[in-house]
């Protein structure tokens, strides 16, 4: 292939190479940038023949990982050049290349992870990572070692998303509790991360909300309720 | 689509949305990560439709972005697993996924890069970035915007890539430098700092090297010999 014809490709065609396995059921309640909520364990399961525990030697000297993904529920369509962001109330419009929405030409979403773990599972490779933010049966198109040299820049400018949203305290009725038992201490620890985030969207937080929300979270539907301040979790049922 | 479908997808198409101009006219001398030739500036055209300027309404309040392209010269082929990264002196094998070898199943690769400025040209958005490590005519896939509270960990432990490469003093012969000339002053200390990388295969730098180079820098055919510490920059013809 010529150099001309390359540049003139108008598309490239990306081999999916693992899966993501996360706490995360379903959109609503995935966290809206990955490190926000730390304990929140996930597991990518790598596919043959990228799998091959070769293709991950001196991977474990790093601490971190940039994750490269498909938003895979977010439907193809035309392109729009704007968007709301969650950040913003959900009312205001910016261009979409100044967000890291979903709703973009290539559908590919970009995150950073912690590495915990590596595994070997029938010949093939499976990380375990923390802090993602992907929801359940993510494709996962890349991972790539974070270097600190390179991609750490906290001097940088961060435009309207400056800093990390505000927490909101996390209460469990009696009966909720009960039901969660059977999480262990870091699940349970990470279900209130993720629910101190207030995952509504986020004009509902300008007004009296009385309605109960259901999240799917680590294989359970968790009921919520909140006010200005507090996320009341009401029940979790066995999803 | 159904959830199972979707999730048996073994491939992705993503649109190119635009195309890097960049000093570096082929492979061999561009820097091995972004950052490292600050004074380097780029210019990301992008296309219609996505070049709209309202796709870019927000972005400047961001000093940095991520860049996620195409290594769209190195060909497809099967997989392998190992690469032998030039930080380790080319003959070191590593496994493809500790590495941001461009060798990889998607051939993306991912960059951060300094927001300059943003012109509009024709209707189409230009963004002009500093820090690339894009050959010209790269193809772009996306642009986000880099957010330091989830994207900056200077505490991350970097493996094998754990500080950025030595450098070597660069000095110019009187018939270079006056080949040189039409070169602005920050294209000149780009130049500087790009030679000053040894751009070299790795393990050149292991034995005496009578040689002499040639790289595509900024429209010129610049000539260097590279010896212990220093690259002495002997020509640069037009190209």
Known sequence: MSKNEQSELSSYTLPVIGVMHSPYGQKFA?????????????????????????????????SHLHVIFMFHQIPEGPFRAQVRPPRLGGNQHVGVFATRS??????????????????????????????ADLVDGTPIIDVKPYIPFVDALPEAQGGFAAAPPELKQVIFTERAQEQLHSLGQREFKALREILAQDPRPA????????????????GFNVGFCVSSDTVTVVEALKA
Chains 1, 2 share one sequence.
């Open 203 to 218: 004009y509902k937080a300008e007004q009296e909300d009385p309605k109960r929300y259901y999240a799917l979270l680590f």
């Open 102 to 131: 979903p709703f973009r030409p290539s559908r590919l979403g970009l995150s950073v992870v912690k590495l915990e773990n590596l595994t070997v599972q029938h010949g093939l490779v499976c990380l375990q990572v923390s802090g």
């Open 30 to 62: 995935v966290p809206r940038q990955s490190g926000l909520v730390p304990d929140a364990l996930s597991t990518i399961e790598f596919f043959a023949p990228y799998g091959d525990p070769q293709a991950f030697a001196g991977l474990q000297g790093f």
